[in-house]
């Protein structure tokens, strides 16, 4: 038999790829575009630094070279383009006017948003949960999207409907879970394994956000939160604890004004390495 090219018009073989095709609510990318790989970043609930690792993540992947794209799925909450200074942008479109063209950071990552559409980035998007997987899907399968590495995918907030939705619809490749130590963190890794399982993705592992503040006199690490419990809730998983970030009002300062390209991230460097290994 020939080597699998995931077009099963063209084949008569009953393998696994035919029988999964079966049931896939998986959405087209347009045929100009190409997309490697698709990392999925969740959190148990808003608020957490699901958009800041997102961010960093592919901050990093394009630091090491790599052709990276972020798509905002947060449709609600949408704050990448202001993390990465293109809030102000609006997407051209392709001269056929079929396709969006993604807002370009100014070191080369694309950027498709809610935020970039809106008349004014104020606007609230009070759109109902299928309004908003069908927005999701439209940035994948209408915006040209050319030959990027790494898309990492800000994920709606928490593990319901419209999270669920936007990950049948994207050949996700691996999930990152956020948490902060003020959450419940075993529920919510638990949680997210089971949606994990449930579509046969594989979990990277977890960052802990607003892990510890470090002391600007001596360096000690302040637990704000208390004691983490993220390493236990990742041995109890099987996971691994990617990264753990520090409360660092230099962070907020930088995403808020547009440079998250620019932050200095000594602490992320593990997590970088283990999503570019896939
Ligand atoms: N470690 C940190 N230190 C300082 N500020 C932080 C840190 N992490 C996040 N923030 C700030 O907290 C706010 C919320 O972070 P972020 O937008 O990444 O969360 P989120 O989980 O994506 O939220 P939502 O789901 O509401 O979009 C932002 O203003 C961000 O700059």
């Keep these: 038999m020939s080597e699998c090219n995931h077009d099963c018009g063209s084949c008569s073989a009953n393998c696994g790829s035919r029988t999964a095709d079966k049931t896939s609510f998986l959405e087209a990318l347009a045929p100009e575009s190409r997309v490697k790989k698709v990392i999925g970043i969740v959190s148990g609930k808003g608020g957490v630094g699901k958009s800041l690792v997102t961010s960093l993540m592919a901050v990093s992947a394009n630091r090491r070279g790599k052709h990276t ?55 609230p998007v009070i759109w109902r949960g299928p309004v908003i997987a069908g927005a999701v899907k439209q940035f994948w399968s209408e915006t040209l999207w050319q030959d990027v590495d790494y898309m990492f995918v800000d994920m709606p907030p928490g593990t319901g409907d419209v999270p669920l939705t936007v990950f049948q619809s994207l ?23 089971n949606m994990a399982k449930k579509m046969d993705i594989p979990i990277l592992g977890i960052v802990e956000n ?10 000690r690490h302040i637990n704000v939160f208390g004691e983490s419990h993220v390493e236990q809730a990742a041995r109890e998983y099987g996971l691994k604890v990617l990264a753990q970030i520090p409360i660092d009002p230099k962070l907020a300062q930088m995403v808020d004004g547009g440079r998250v390209e620019y932050i200095d991230m000594p602490w992320f460097e593990k997590a970088a390495e283990a999503v570019l290994a896939l």
């Design 69 to 123: 794209a972020v798509l905002d799925a947060d449709i609600t909450g949408p704050s990448i383009p202001m993390a990465f200074g293109v809030a102000d942008e609006k997407p051209a479109v392709t001269p056929d006017g079929r396709l969006m063209i993604p807002a370009r950071s100014l070191e080369g990552i694309d950027i498709m948003s809610a935020n970039l559409l809106l008349d004014n980035a104020t606007d």
């Design 171 to 193: 050949p996700v490749d691996g999930i990152i879970i956020v948490t902060s130590p003020q959450e419940l963190v075993s529920m919510i890794v638990g949680k997210a394994v």
């Design 210 to 219: 607003m892990s510890y503040l470090e002391c600007p006199d001596c360096g």
